[in-house]
Structures are given as C-alpha cells and as structure tokens.
C-alpha cells in the first residue's frame, strides 16, 4: 500500500460545513494526488501536489483546496460542502523505480453531505 | 486532451475461461499505462504497468499488452476465478510523474 493512510475513511456532514481531509504517507515521496470517484464518471483527478507548498489543479478543483506544509501530508479542503461533493475521495503518491512512475493509491474516504 | 474508454462496462464469465478486457485511448503519446484492480468499497491495487517502450507485461494469471501506435492495451486473464471477480481500471500517464487519467473500468463477475 505504499504506506498511504486516509482520515478521516467515513465522514457525513452538512451542506455549508468546511471539510477537511488528510492524507499520509510514510515514504518521502514527492508526487501526491487527490481523486475522487462517482458512479459513471470513474476517477478524476481534483488537485496535485509535486513538492512542499507547490500544487496544481486537476479536472475537477472548483470548490476545493489543497495544502501541503509537510513531505508526508496533502491536506483536501472543501470549504463550503454541497451534495454534489458526495462521493469517495482518494489519495494517491507516485513512486519511481528506474524509469517507471508507479501510482499507489489510499483506501478512500466516503463523503456523505447531507 | 487524453481520454480513456473501457469496453465492455461489465461483463460476466464462467470460471475457468480465458477473458480480455479492452482498453484505448485517444493520445498515443503516452508515458505509460496501468491496470488496477478494485474490490467493491475498496481502494485500487496497482495490477500492472507497461512502459511506453514496451509491449507487453505479466504477473502470474495476468498479461497486459500494448500497442501504443494503434492507442490500445488489454488485459489478458487466463482460467479465470470467483476471486478475479472486480472492477478493472485501466489509467495512461502522458509524461513522468503527471497525473494518471482513468478509464472508467470495466466490472468483471466470475460465475462458479
């Protein structure tokens, strides 16, 4: 599992309510991600992170934020829940061995805003 | 902008067939492409990676090829069983360390 743990895994909150989610990993890597995933859309890519404090927006980032103070940490922000950010949300780190760039994923978090 | 697409979405076999599972995608300049396997409320297990250089890869019962010219893989699972049954994800990357885009699987039963 590459050493990725999420918290919080089940989390239901209320429409308006500030949402924060975090992921960890163990092994210094410098590549992390945030996905989420819905029934019909498969996994999109919602922000990136390729070091301390540099980050990148994915395909779906509106009405999200995202923070890394720390190697280890990739903090997810949803600064104003909706319905529509209901879904399972999952961290991921790049690993390079050679010349190939190995994606690893978390276990997910399942967002309920209700 | 790359695009990946699963055919079929589902697909439901008897244990102990031969089965592949399709995968194409728009931009054939890609840096690599994975398969993973995901369990029902679970997270991704990484089954695979090809390089872009390479045409094909193989972990025990599992055999995945690439035909980067033609924007094609598949995955290949031989004597399938109850245990193969989950959804498979196939993902490209376009160049290192970018960020992976996802097909939206193809969800394989093994009946016994």
């Known amino acids: 599992d590459a050493g990725i743990t999420q918290s919080p895994r089940h989390k239901v909150t209320e429409t308006g309510t500030p949402v924060t989610l975090r992921c960890h990993q163990t092994e210094n890597h410098r590549y992390m991600y945030w996905y989420r995933q819905d029934p019909g859309h498969g996994l999109r890519l919602i922000h990136y992170s390729y070091g301390v404090k540099d980050t990148d927006k994915g395909e779906v980032s509106d009405g999200y934020s995202v923070s890394r103070s720390k190697t280890e940490d990739f903090l997810l922000t949803l600064e104003s829940a909706t319905s529509s950010q209901t879904s399972v949300y999952f961290c991921?780190?790049?690993?390079?061995?050679?010349?190939?760039?190995?994606?690893?994923f978390g276990p997910g978090t399942r967002l309920t805003v209700l | 902008k790359q695009e990946v697409t699963q055919i079929p979405a589902a697909l439901s076999v008897p244990e102990g067939e031969n089965l592949v599972l399709n995968c194409s995608f728009t931009?054939?300049?890609?840096?690599?492409l994975q398969w993973f396997r995901q369990d029902p409320g679970k997270g991704l297990t990484s089954l695979l990676l090809i390089q872009s250089s390479q045409r094909e890869q193989t972990s025990g019962r599992l055999n995945a090829s690439l035909d980067k010219s033609s924007g094609r893989s598949t995955l290949y699972i031989a004597a399938s069983q109850p245990g193969d049954s989950a959804t498979y994800l196939c993902?490209?990357?376009?160049?290192?360390?970018?960020?992976?885009?996802f097909g939206k699987g193809t969800r394989l039963s093994v009946i016994a």
């Open positions: 993902a490209v990357r376009n160049s290192g360390n970018t960020p992976l885009v």
């Open positions: 991921a780190i790049s690993e390079s061995r050679g010349q190939a760039d190995t994606q690893y």
């Open positions: 931009d054939s300049a890609i840096y690599n």
